[in-house]
Each structure stands twice: as C-alpha cells, then as structure tokens.
C-alpha cells in the first residue's frame, strides 16, 4: 500500500522566516513520482515539483528548496524568507510508475503573519 | 495557454436534480482524473480515463457517471446528486498514465465547489 504522512496539520509563522514542511512516503514500488502541490485560499491547486525515485538531487528554484531522501523516505519541503503570499495549504503526493492515481497527504495549513 | 478548465466553478443544486461538470484540457494529455476533496478525508479519485473511450473506477466511484468521447473532455456526471456528494471537486490530467520523464505530473483544473441541498 501507498501513503503519505504529513504529520504537520497547521504552521504559522512570522514573514521572513525559514519553515519546513514534512513528507514522509510509504512505497514498495522501486520507480515513483514525488510532488508537492500548493492550495492557495482561492481553491486551486497548483504545481509546484516533481521528482522521481531515481533522482535523489535536491532542488531549489527561487525561495523554495526541496530535500528528498530515499533513505529516510522523505522529501520536505522549505521556504526561505516567507512571505504572506506563501499562506496556503500544501500537499506532498506520491504515484508509483503505471498507477492511475496520486497518493496525497492530508496537507500542511501554511500561515505567514505580517 | 496551457491549462485544464473546469465548468461550473460554483453551483448549488438539490437532491436529485441530474448536472454534469465539465472538464476540457488543451495539452493534448492521455490521461485525465476526477478528484474530490472533503475535510478529513483529503483527495480522493473517483474516475480516470486512459485515454478517448476508456474509463475505469478510482476509490469513490459510487454516484457518478463519466465519458470520455473526445481526447480533450472528461466530463462528470451525477445522475442524482445527494447531498453527501457536497464537495470540492478537481479534475486533472497528465501527458501519459505511464512513467516516463516529464509524463507523468498531473495538472490540476481550479476547482468545482458543489453543494448539493
């Protein structure tokens, strides 16, 4: 069976802070997907990355970093010097290669106060 | 611009009266999902296509109704929507059902929010 456990359900804290957020995946597949999706209070759901099991490098594109590590099984997420537009609930999934569908987390209510 | 584009964003209906979201897609993507998401419960599939006229279950089928006669359109279909199908709901698709670099991330429409009385 698949899962993903974001064991943070609310984080809130003040702008230009550095937070983390947590993923931690179960799989017994050896080829899957990782990503993170953002859910801003407007509803949709947004892309944000996708890495794959054979491709342990970390990435960074602008204030957004992500740490993926097969041995631990996870792959967090962080945001350097938050910003009050970076408020929204985010979501970690997973899909094995050939599955029909993304395995989601249950998200992490991101808050950043002025 | 690339994008999934999803029709109603909003609607409040009652028991029993038949709607069908619409789901259109203008990446030329195989595979296209029906998702809805609930307090509690997160993201749950209800529906996939593969690919123009197959279909199968996800993990929440029961109520609805899905058809996929063109590539670019996986409408939903509640035949009689009561009101434990209130929810937000998403549809998505992606390049291919397979793996593959850069096939498989799926692309998400901005929402349905339903609410059925």
């Known amino acids: 069976a698949q899962k993903v456990t974001q064991a943070q359900t609310e984080i809130s804290v003040v702008e230009k802070e550095d937070v983390t957020l947590d993923c931690v995946y179960e799989?017994?597949?050896?080829?899957?997907?990782l990503f993170w999706y953002k859910q801003p209070p407007s509803g949709e759901l947004v892309f944000l990355i996708r890495r794959n099991s054979f491709d342990e490098q970390n990435e960074i594109s602008g204030r957004y970093s992500w740490n993926f590590q097969k041995s631990t099984s996870s792959f967090n997420f962080t945001i350097t010097a938050s910003q009050v537009v970076d408020s929204a609930v985010y979501f970690c999934?997973?899909?094995?290669?050939?599955?029909?569908?993304?395995?989601f987390g249950q998200g992490t209510r991101l808050t950043i106060n002025p | 611009e690339a994008q999934v584009t999803q029709n109603p964003r909003y609607l409040i209906t009652v028991t029993g009266k038949k709607l069908t979201v619409t789901c259109s897609q203008n990446?030329?993507?195989?595979?296209m999902s029906w998702y809805r998401q609930d307090p509690g419960l997160g993201l749950r599939q209800i529906y996939y296509s593969m690919n123009v006229e197959v279909t199968d279950k996800g993990d929440v089928p029961e109520g609805y109704k899905v058809s996929r006669k063109e590539k670019r359109n996986f409408p939903l279909i509640l035949e009689s929507p009561s009101p434990n199908q209130t929810s937000l709901y998403f549809c998505a698709s992606s390049l291919s059902r397979t793996g593959g670099l850069n096939t498989d991330t799926q692309y998400f429409g901005p929402g349905t929010r339903l609410t059925v009385l």
């Open positions: 990446m030329n993507h195989e595979y």
């Open positions: 999934a997973l899909k094995s290669q050939g599955a029909q569908k993304l395995v």
């Open positions: 799989t017994r597949d050896t080829t899957y997907y």
